[in-house]
């Protein structure tokens, strides 16, 4: 196999094409890339094996890698390798064949100067196979595969998505709530704690995508409608955050806290009870947080609304986001 640039019937430069010898092109619908040629068709006997003649990526256009398509009737395995000699060879990448299933590898991004696929059959016979190779130039497409020893930090190998919720029971009372004070449980000094140990560790950074709060006090009208912050402290006010309490940390506060929030609806008009507390946070990034060393974090309740309660009212706040 090797490549030319035949001319036009103007006797100018035409299209790359791949030439098989003789007469015969194969020209490619766009570019050179991805035009699989076939290899062999021999059936292999049983642990039989078929190795390509060592290709050289130095002709008129350089290879940059490769990539394989198999068809058998017996499971076997297809090794593609790579030298720098001709002669002694390494592997660069293998794929598992089933029976009678199409089976391709990834684009292989080559570095050596020679390559060639190997292929080597089951403990059954063959009565049907099928080997092409597509070759490509440039860096477009590629897959990279193997080692990645040289890149720095924490790669996530997927997104894990999180759940968690905390309950709080309020006192056994019903004194009504007027905007900016905490919600908090019965005999609480601190901020409840959401625990995402199981999930995230320490100092961990989430995206936090939606946010409820449910009650059970149904008969309620107008409903509790809080502005919900969430701290990486528990304790984020000098003052406390006990019960019924008004809610002011100052702005230098909140930063020093490296706190996030999240309105369960909407922020809507400037939050009164702390006009900098609302400014500060409607030019953060709202929906980050940080996790503490012990990976948990601590949500305030806040009222947005005058509220009568239940006495001994459960309130569930449920969080749902992402590791990151």
Same mark, same amino acid.
């Given at each position: 196999m090797a490549f030319t640039f035949p001319l036009d019937s103007e006797n100018r430069g035409g299209a790359v094409k791949i030439y098989h010898g003789g007469d015969t092109f194969a020209v490619p619908g766009l570019d050179m890339t991805g035009a699989a040629l076939q290899l062999t068709n021999a059936p292999l006997a049983a642990n039989g094996s078929f190795a390509q003649t060592a290709y050289d990526r130095l002709g008129d256009v350089l290879i940059s890698k490769v990539k394989g398509y198999v068809f058998s009737d017996a499971a076997g395995t297809l090794t593609v390798e790579e030298s720098d000699d001709g002669s002694t060879w390494s592997t660069s990448a293998t794929l598992s064949? /089933?029976?009678?299933?199409?089976?391709?590898?990834?684009?292989?991004?080559? #570095? #050596?100067? +020679? *390559?060639? *696929?190997?292929?080597?059959?089951?403990?059954?016979?063959?009565? /049907?196979? =099928? =080997? +092409?190779?597509?070759l490509g130039s440039g860096d477009n497409g590629v897959k990279l595969t193997g080692s990645l020893a040289n890149v720095t930090g924490a790669l996530p190998t997927k997104i894990i998505e999180f759940e968690q919720y905390v309950e709080i029971t309020r006192p056994a009372n019903t004194t009504a709530y007027v905007v900016g004070q905490v919600v908090n449980g019965n005999g609480l000094s601190t901020l409840p704690a959401l625990d995402l140990s199981a999930v995230a560790s320490g100092g961990q950074k989430i995206q936090i995508s939606s946010v409820n709060v449910f009650s059970s006090n149904g008969a309620a009208s107008p409903k509790l409608n809080p502005i919900v912050l969430f701290f990486n402290v528990n304790n984020p006010v000098a003052s406390g955050v006990t019960d019924g309490t008004a809610f002011t940390p100052t702005y230098a506060e909140m930063v020093g806290k490296r706190a996030a929030s999240i309105n369960p609806d909407e922020w809507g008009s400037a939050v009164t009870y702390a006009a900098n507390l609302y400014k500060f946070m409607a030019t953060e990034l709202s929906r980050l947080a940080t996790l503490d060393a012990n990976g948990k974090l601590y949500p305030a309740i806040i009222t947005n609304n005058a509220y009568t309660p239940s006495s001994g009212e459960t309130i569930r706040l449920v969080i749902k986001g992402y590791l990151l």
């Open positions: 064949v /089933n029976a009678n299933t199409l089976s391709e590898t990834d684009w292989i991004l080559l #570095k #050596k100067r +020679y *390559f060639r *696929f190997r292929y080597t059959n089951g403990v059954t016979a063959q009565t /049907n196979f =099928l =080997l +092409y190779q597509a």
